[in-house]
T-cell receptor, first 114, second 113 residues
Framework: ETGVTQTPRHLVMGMTNKKSLKCEQH?????MYWYKQSAKKPLELMFV???????ENNSVPSRFSPECPNSSHLFLHLHTLQPEDSALYLC?????????????FGEGSWLTVV | KQEVTQIPAALSVPEGENLVLNCSFT??????LQWFRQDPGKGLTSLLL?????REQTSGRLNASLDKSSGRSTLYIAASQPGDSATYLC????????????FGKGTHLIIQP
């Protein structure tokens, strides 16, 4: 068990659909993150929640909408996506107070937009 | 802005060889550097974390070194095995939360049986 669980593992959606990615961490961490990993590109940080408040939003299009209802759960709501949004979406968590503490990743959700 | 380069981008070697993966970064003002492993279609697993005050860190057959002043880190894998096949990413941490963690594109490693 990784400690960070993501569902679904695979998702195919049309450009007009609305879907959500879910992440749950069982590590007692107080910060959670969404990353996007596209082919041939480094990981891109999308959103950061620290103590359940959003602290980072790195110029992510509004068709991606994060939600953090509590410190253990994180969602990424998707609507009217584009084919170029197809990628591996990774959730991660860490303990925010410790500078540079180890970050733990989930297995990722493979998203294909058709 | 921190930039991370990993060389080589891909490497294929026979089983049993010792090998070195290289990572360079442009901003040497880092708190630490992590090496991650990523299996195909999976998430990242942290292998080693070296603090800025350390020169190296070891875990089993893995040894990571850090030369902060020159902006370099290496990951040494001894006696490679097919199970080591994966993509290896380095990520220096410059502080300021998750935005301070910058990933390289990784080295895709294949160990031939």
């Amino acid at each position: 068990e990784t400690g960070v669980t993501q569902t679904p593992r695979h998702l195919v959606m049309g450009m007009t659909n609305k879907k959500s990615l879910k992440c749950e961490q069982h590590l007692g961490h107080n910060a959670m993150y969404w990353y996007k990993q596209s082919a041939k590109k480094p990981l891109e940080l999308m959103f950061v929640y620290s103590l359940e408040e959003r602290v980072e939003n790195n110029s992510v299009p509004s068709r991606f909408s994060p939600e953090c209802p509590n410190s253990s759960h994180l969602f990424l709501h998707l609507h009217t996506l584009q084919p170029e949004d197809s990628a591996l979406y990774l959730c991660a968590s860490s303990q925010v107070e410790s500078a540079g503490n180890t970050i733990y990743f989930g297995e990722g959700s493979w998203l294909t937009v058709v | 802005k921190q930039e991370v380069t990993q060389i080589p981008a891909a490497l294929s070697v026979p089983e049993g060889e010792n090998l070195v993966l290289n990572c360079s970064f442009t901003d040497s003002a880092i708190y630490n550097l992590q090496w991650f492993r990523q299996d195909p279609g999976k998430g990242l697993t942290s292998l080693l974390l070296i603090q800025s005050s350390q020169r190296e860190q070891t875990s089993g057959r893995l040894n990571a070194s850090l030369d902060k002043s020159s902006g370099r880190s290496t990951l040494y894998i001894a006696a490679s095995q097919p199970g080591d096949s994966a993509t290896y990413l380095c990520a220096p941490y410059s502080g300021g939360g998750a935005d301070g963690l910058t990933f390289g594109k990784g080295t895709h490693l294949i160990i031939q049986p």
